[in-house]
């Protein structure tokens, strides 16, 4: 038992696949790839940003956009015809600053998800200096600043506070039975000779 959930705590660890970065240019569009091996039609996928923000659903090969944030709605765009060979990738248009930030993409059949940081280019004047910036317009003033370190994904911080629990629990169980082993093995005392036939 201990082997099997060890297992399936190496392979999440393992399914996370590296991100992909991916730059874009105001009022521009990007393409956020996301593919699965195991294609079909009962595969439900879902585009969230910064881990809570409904960007796109597919729900059994169709699109679900009664929850999407009103920010994304007409920005989105799929591809139907690729979702039986494994391909739900979606294209962002009309981007905005506010719409960098890490973008992940959740298929449920199989716990996969992949991530792709998009990063939104500044506009600069034709010398290359910055334009005024626009955030102020943009930003919503709930959005928190992005930072230009790279935050662990919170999938990473689980498995590893995972894996150290598993390691514990296995030295205990294994420390347990040296003991029991210790305690209940027959043991040859000096006042107790084995006895001959």
């Known amino acids: 038992m201990i082997t ?30 996301c593919s699965s091996d195991e294609p079909g039609q009962d595969i439900e996928v879902h585009w969230r940003q910064n881990g809570s923000k409904i960007v796109y659903d597919i729900i059994k090969g169709k699109e679900s956009v009664e929850q999407q944030e009103t920010r994304y709605k007409n920005r989105v765009e799929t591809f139907p015809e690729g979702y039986e060979r494994g391909n739900f990738s979606i294209k962002l248009n009309k981007l905005q600053i506010i719409d960098g930030g890490r973008y992940t993409c959740l298929i449920s059949h199989s716990s996969e998800h992949k991530t792709v940081e998009l990063i939104i280019k500044e506009p600069t004047a034709g010398n290359g200096t910055k334009l005024p910036s626009t955030d102020n317009v943009t930003k919503l003033p709930t959005e928190e600043p992005k930072t230009d370190g790279v935050t662990p994904s919170p999938l990473i911080w689980v498995t590893i506070v995972v894996l150290l629990v598993m390691i514990i629990v296995c030295f205990i169980i294994g420390y347990r039975k040296k003991i029991q082993s210790a305690l209940f093995s027959p043991v040859m005392t000096e006042d107790k000779e084995p006895r001959q036939k």
């Open 4 to 33: 099997r959930f060890y297992f399936i705590c190496v392979s999440a660890l393992l399914i996370h696949k590296v991100s992909l970065q991916v730059t874009g240019d105001i009022g521009g569009s990007v393409l956020l790839s």
